[in-house]
């Protein structure tokens, strides 16, 4: 099992900046890759960036520009930075990682508790 727990979400103006980061728990796991979703009232929930493990990212096309995600492999954290807020980034932001365990060809998905971002004046 692993664990994931996200911190660094709030309340931020138009405009504004926040990060957030993840960090992952467990025993004797390989990180493939982790990834950022988000999910809005009413809304379904969506990919906002991944990164895996060799450093390709790839980010939604919402937030290309305003978003970077970014790693610390020897913690096991995922980051997300996020600049020039707006009012429709707000959304419950989640964590996910995808790891091995024993077999490194089976990857296993796991997802945080969530943080929410509100940005609004």
């Known amino acids: 099992q692993v664990q994931l727990v996200e911190s660094g979400g709030g309340l931020v103006r138009p405009g504004g900046s926040l990060r957030l980061s993840c960090a992952a728990s467990?025993?004797?796991?390989?990180?493939?890759?982790m990834a950022w979703y988000r999910q809005a009232p009413g809304k379904q929930r969506e990919l906002v960036a991944t990164r895996t493990s060799g450093g390709n990212t790839n980010y939604a096309d919402s937030v290309k520009g305003r978003f970077t995600i970014s790693n610390d492999a020897a913690k096991n954290m995922v980051f997300l930075q996020m600049s020039m807020l707006k009012p429709e980034d707000t959304a419950v932001y989640y964590c996910?990682?995808?790891?091995?365990?024993?077999?490194?060809?089976?990857?296993?998905?796991?997802w945080g508790q969530g943080t929410q971002v509100t940005v609004s004046s």
């Open positions: 996910n990682a995808d790891v091995s365990f024993t077999n490194p060809n089976v990857l296993h998905r796991y």
């Open positions: 467990g025993s004797a796991f390989s990180i493939n890759a």
